[in-house]
Each structure stands twice: as C-alpha cells, then as structure tokens.
C-alpha cells in the first residue's frame, strides 16, 4: 500500500505543485505578488493577469526576460511573439500575478514593474538601451 500511496503523491505534487511566490517591485515601491510556475508547465489560467518572463539563474538570482498583462493569459501565451524568443533568452519560469483588477490596474503594474526593471525582450520606449544592457549584466549560462 505504501508504494501505492507514493505513486499517488507523486503525480499529486506532478500535477498540483506546491506554489512558489516571488515579490516583484515596482518603481513606485510596491510589491506584487507572483506565483511562480515552470515556464514549459504553465496550467493555463484563463482570466486577467500581469505575467513575466523569467531567467532564474543557478545562483537563485532572477533576471525579468519580459514584463506584460493580458485579459485571457491562456489565449495570449498560445500565440505569445515573444514566447519563443523568452525560451531562446533562458526563461525558464513563468511569474503571474492574479490580484490586479481593471484593464487599467494592470496597464499601471505592468508600466510600474517596466519602470524598475531592465528587461531583454520588452520593447517599450521606457528601457531604451535597457535590454542590451541587461544582456550584458546577465549572459547566458
């Protein structure tokens, strides 16, 4: 019975991981709440969220890939224009964020987020040469 109920723990945590959280900070210095998911093994949550991209090194330390929002992320990820160029860059999780509200309230954390960090695949004007420097601070292991 024993390795009965290990099989059915195993494809429990396979299915249902833990969650990990991670804090991001907005250049406003607000904290948002991420749950952190492997970037190949997202479950598909189909409502409204603010999501990032992101490279987390052998050291523990994270690097944002890309910062973004979206109405349906489920949607969005299927025919992401970045998907594949975050999997050439090293992501290799996925950080979301369920608790921003309106449209607007997740246009605000997404600039707010853009702001304080450097990323490598976003494009917004906020960064300018941000995303060269980033992949400089940050090569490829």
Do not use: C
Not at 29 to 57: D, E, L, M, Q
Not at 86 to 111: F, M
């Amino acid at each position: 019975m024993t390795s009965a109920n290990n099989l059915v723990n195993a494809l429990a945590n396979y299915y249902y991981p833990q969650s990990e959280y991670y804090y991001w900070m907005g250049h406003s210095g607000i904290s948002y709440i991420h749950t952190v998911y492997p970037f190949a093994n997202f479950p598909g949550f189909a409502g409204p969220t603010n999501y990032i991209f992101v490279k987390r090194h052998s050291d523990g330390s994270r690097q944002p890939l890309y910062i973004g929002q979206s109405d349906n992320l489920h949607l969005r990820l299927k025919r992401h224009e970045k998907y594949l160029s975050a999997i050439l860059a090293g992501a290799n999780e996925i950080h979301v964020h369920y608790l921003s509200g309106s449209k607007q309230d997740r246009l605000d954390i997404e600039t707010d987020l853009r702001h304080e960090h450097i990323t490598l695949l976003n494009e917004q004007p906020i960064n300018g040469l941000a995303g060269i420097l980033n992949a400089l601070a940050y090569p490829s292991n």
